[in-house]
């Protein structure tokens, strides 16, 4: 094709960008062809750049207002105004710093995509090592490094290698960032945060296009008047230009919106109340403590096994404490109260759910996770499993709000083990006759008969935490059962914790 057309031979990129144009004479063309009914009173209106000023400045505003979008805003905006800067003077860099032919900037765009790819399709694998927040926060950093060692690379070889680098991190600043902000974003607030996040990346690309190519210039001046321009690293010498230093600062930018984002997420994540959702164990203390609770039917014979697990855990020379739901605490004690005297009357079983999780709350927080932070071993006489059978299942409030209800509560917190000691209902109320009834024994028989199915239905879901012990046996050899699972327990927090 040269031979017949000139121009080809001489250059022959002509030929891609002479197809370029034509695909965008033919989007032209078919665009011109579309019939665009216009609306009477529009016909007339014409850009106004008052409005356009007034949007700008509402999604500023917007931003503010919204902690986790501004966090993120600052770094991705300054991100692509890095972007704006490599693509304004990387051919220049590629040219007379680094000396190559001017092939190289194209062998650099590849290696960046390359990277980028990368960095991209190992961001899932990435964000099982770290919470995404941090690294949005350490990609950027690390991109930002990139930069500047590609910056300060006295050939177009190594200046790959860290191509390849920068555009692996990009990748990942981008796939976590966006995930993050998905994520966090509310529905209603979606299409605000990313049109403005939009809008102002794309002003920032275009001013940094500008404004670095103007600013590699008078780094340029500035190193002609005063200096030879030269250095050396590590017996490599190394030529001072106004790309490298555009570069650098460029790199410089980004640290510092890595940081300030930095500081903004962690503003962010205190502010920010901890959702009504499954996160169980989210809170865990760092505590060499063990949390056991037993739980089961009245009349299961908890309290007999509690006294003798107690007794034999102290026997092995640790330190116990015992306490009970509802109750534990002096304001837990008078919730307790309420719940089970028969003259309280029906509650609402919402009412209900509430009044044992703020029972709960109460003793967690005053004398469960502190006796955990101790190194103490925990028995709980019934906790949150007890709330997810008998309000969850068998007054109907659902096993899923229950617990979310309950994992706020206790922020999260749930015993190491749960044992269970299984018995069939009717056994259980027959063994309690003597006794009066509380407000909740009164439900009778088929309240209990649910309760006792639900136990074993939640057991089966968590096996992880659950040890179910048949309980119709007599006090000695149920507890053979309970010791080795005690022991279990014990055993493996010793292997977690060898120190202690
Ligand atoms: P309690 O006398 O401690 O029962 P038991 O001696 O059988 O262990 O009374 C607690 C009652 O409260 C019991 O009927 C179970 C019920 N309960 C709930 O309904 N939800 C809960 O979250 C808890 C802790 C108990």
Same mark, same amino acid.
Not at 230 to 241: A, E, K, T
Not at 318 to 338: C, K, N, W
């Given at each position: 094709m040269g031979a017949r057309i000139p121009v080809l031979e001489a250059q022959p990129e002509s030929l891609a960008l002479i197809l370029d144009a034509g695909t965008f004479l033919f989007s032209a063309a078919m665009v011109a062809g579309i019939a665009i009914r216009t609306q009477p009173g529009r016909a007339t209106e014409h850009l106004d750049l008052a409005r356009v000023w007034r949007d700008t400045i509402d999604g500023i505003n917007f931003l503010r207002e919204d902690s986790i979008a501004s966090a993120m805003t600052g770094g991705i905006v300054i991100a692509f105004g890095a972007v704006g800067a490599v693509l304004a003077i990387g051919p220049v860099f590629v040219t007379s710093t680094l000396g190559a032919d001017p092939s190289g900037w194209g062998l650099v765009v590849t290696a960046f995509g390359v990277g980028m790819g990368l960095g991209m399709a190992s961001a899932g694998q990435a964000a099982k090592a770290l919470e995404r927040e941090l690294l949005f926060v350490w990609s950027l950093i690390a991109a930002a490094v990139a930069l500047f060692v590609l910056a300060t690379m006295p050939n177009l070889s190594w200046a790959i290698v860290f191509?390849?680098?920068?555009?692996?991190?990009?990748?990942?600043?981008?796939?976590?960032?966006?995930?993050?902000?998905?994520?966090?974003?509310?529905?209603? &607030?979606?299409?605000?945060?990313?049109?403005?996040?939009?809008?102002?990346?794309?002003?920032?690309? &275009?001013?940094?296009?500008?404004?670095?190519?103007?600013?590699? /210039?008078?780094?340029?001046?500035?190193?002609?008047?005063?200096?030879? $321009?030269?250095?050396?690293?590590?017996?490599?010498?190394?030529?001072?230009?106004?790309?490298?230093?555009?570069l650098w600062t460029a790199g410089l930018l980004v640290v510092g919106a890595g940081f300030n984002t930095r500081r903004l997420l962690k503003r962010?994540?205190?502010?920010?109340?901890?959702?009504?959702?499954?996160?169980?164990?989210?809170?865990?203390?760092?505590?060499?403590?063990?949390?056991?609770? &037993?739980?089961?039917? *009245?009349?299961?014979?908890? $309290?007999? /096994?509690?006294?003798?697990?107690?007794?034999?855990?102290?026997?092995?020379?640790?330190?116990?404490?015992?306490?009970?739901?509802? $109750?534990?605490?002096?304001?837990?004690? /008078?919730?307790?109260?309420?719940?089970?005297?028969?003259?309280?009357?029906?509650?609402? !079983?919402?009412?209900? !759910?509430?009044?044992?999780?703020?029972?709960?709350?109460?003793?967690?927080?005053?004398?469960?996770?502190?006796?955990?932070? +101790?190194?103490?071993?925990?028995?709980?006489?019934?906790?949150?499993?007890?709330?997810?059978?008998? /309000?969850?299942?068998?007054?109907?409030?659902?096993?899923?709000?229950?617990?979310?209800?309950?994992?706020?509560?206790?922020?999260?917190? &749930?015993?190491?083990?749960?044992?269970?000691?299984?018995?069939?209902?009717?056994?259980?109320? !027959?063994?309690? +006759?003597? *006794?009066?009834?509380?407000?909740?024994?009164?439900?009778?028989?088929?309240?209990?008969?649910?309760?006792?199915?639900?136990?074993?239905?939640?057991? *089966? +879901?968590?096996?992880?935490?659950?040890?179910?012990?048949? !309980?119709?046996?007599d006090p000695a050899t149920v507890f053979d059962s309970v010791r080795e699972a005690l022991e279990r327990a014990v055993h493996e927090r010793d292997d977690h914790h060898p120190a202690s």
């Open positions: 191509t390849v680098w920068l555009g692996a991190f990009c990748g990942l600043a981008w796939v976590s960032g966006y995930t993050l902000l998905q994520v966090n974003v509310a529905d209603e &607030f979606r299409g605000r945060t990313f049109g403005s996040l939009t809008a102002m990346s794309r002003m920032v690309l &275009f001013l940094s296009l500008a404004g670095f190519s103007a600013l590699a /210039q008078a780094f340029q001046s500035l190193i002609d008047a005063v200096s030879s $321009g030269q250095f050396y690293l590590g017996g490599q010498r190394i030529d001072l230009s106004g790309t490298r230093l555009a962010y994540r205190l502010s920010r109340p901890v959702p009504l959702t499954l996160v169980p164990k989210l809170k865990r203390p760092p505590a060499t403590g063990l949390f056991i609770a &037993f739980e089961g039917v *009245e009349g299961a014979g908890k $309290g007999t /096994q509690i006294k003798m697990a107690e007794a034999h855990l102290r026997s092995l020379g640790l330190d116990v404490l015992v306490t009970r739901e509802p $109750g534990g605490t002096s304001a837990g004690e /008078q919730i307790r109260e309420l719940l089970l005297d028969p003259g309280t009357g029906k509650l609402d !079983a919402r009412a209900e !759910a509430l009044l044992f999780a703020a029972s709960r709350a109460q003793t967690v927080a005053s004398v469960i996770r502190p006796a955990l932070a +101790e190194g103490k071993v925990v028995i709980c006489d019934r906790y949150v499993d007890s709330s997810l059978a008998y /309000q969850g299942w068998a007054r109907g409030l659902g096993e899923p709000d229950v617990l979310s209800l309950n994992v706020w509560a206790t922020q999260g917190l &749930f015993p190491d083990m749960v044992i269970l000691l299984h018995l069939e209902p009717e056994l259980g109320l !027959a063994r309690s +006759e003597d *006794e009066p009834l509380d407000r909740m024994e009164l439900e009778g028989q088929q309240f209990l008969a649910k309760v006792a199915d639900a136990y074993l239905k939640i057991a *089966e +879901e968590h096996p992880e935490r659950f040890v179910v012990v048949d !309980a119709n046996r």
